[in-house]
Nanobody
Framework: QVQLVESGGGLVQAGGSLRLSCAAS????????MGWFRQAPGKEREFVGT????????IYASSVKGRFTMSRDMAKNTAYLEMNSLKAEDTAVYYC????????????????????WGQGTQVTVSS
């Protein structure tokens, strides 16, 4: 079993920045990819981006491309989501998730593809 723990959420003014972390632990961590999703109140869970663990290839949702950057530290089994130029509409609970086995990239946007999920961290952007 793999455990994912997010941290780094908080309250920030519009235009500000935050960096989220997602630390993986448990059985030998060997996931294919790590994804980030977010969910605002009353809305469906929304794809933010995915980073392929080996190689670091990233795929972003159009709503965050150019503002958010994903990275990972393989030695620490930790993924990061750097969020810049934050907007009020970025307010949500942010989740990280892991895919165990290789899948085609067009599946990354589907939450059902991910095998493990973190508990989420709240990001609130005040306008």
């Amino acid at each position: 079993q793999v455990q994912l723990v997010e941290s780094g959420g908080g309250l920030v003014q519009a235009g500000g920045s935050l960096r989220l972390s997602c630390a993986a632990s448990g059985r030998t961590f060997n996931s294919y990819a790590m994804g980030w999703f977010r969910q605002a109140p009353g809305k469906e869970r929304e794809f933010v981006g995915t980073i392929i663990w080996s190689g670091g290839t990233t795929i972003y949702a159009s709503s965050v491309k150019g503002r958010f950057t994903m990275s990972r530290d393989m030695a620490k089994n930790t993924a990061y989501l750097e969020m810049n130029s934050l907007k009020a509409e970025d307010t949500a609970v942010y989740y990280c998730a892991a895919i165990s086995s290789e899948v085609a990239s067009f599946w990354f946007v589907r939450p059902q593809v991910y095998d493990y999920w973190g508990q989420g961290t709240q990001v609130t952007v005040s306008s």
